[in-house]
């Protein structure tokens, strides 16, 4: 029932931006807190950034504060990742997750290449 679909993702240059959008349904998503993730290639996933159900509260790992934003738009059902001085170290592909009773629910991920 709980569906997370990505997409935005791509072939990016170094210094470059993208924005990610997550279309979330299945559940009621105003409710709930939403975040990315993001799984590089032989590393953990990593929690890349999340969002308080209203949108009122955000939180970043000090490598992504200052270059990602999340944001969210409850009317449409959507959280969106905007990236910004992208660097060749942020490839990963990119997981939107919900933590709806106890259970992490992830989407298929959008591949993000950051690349010259």
């Known amino acids: 029932q709980v569906q997370l679909v990505e997409s935005g993702g791509g072939l990016v240059q170094p210094g470059g931006s993208l924005r990610l959008s997550c279309a979330a349904s299945?559940?009621?998503?105003?409710?709930?807190?939403m975040s990315w993730y993001r799984q590089a290639p032989g590393k953990e996933r990593e929690l890349v950034a999340s969002?308080?159900?209203?949108?009122?509260?955000?939180n970043y790992p000090d490598s992504m504060k200052g270059r990602f934003t999340i944001s969210r738009d409850n009317a449409k059902n959507t959280v969106s990742l905007q990236m910004n001085s992208l660097k060749p170290e942020d490839t990963a592909v990119y997981y939107c997750?919900?933590?709806?009773?106890?259970?992490?629910?992830w989407g298929k991920g959008t591949l993000v290449t950051v690349s010259s």
């Open positions: 997750k919900v933590k709806r009773n106890g259970i992490d629910y």
């Open positions: 969002i308080s159900s209203t949108g009122g509260s955000t």
């Open positions: 299945g559940f009621t998503f105003s409710i709930y807190a």
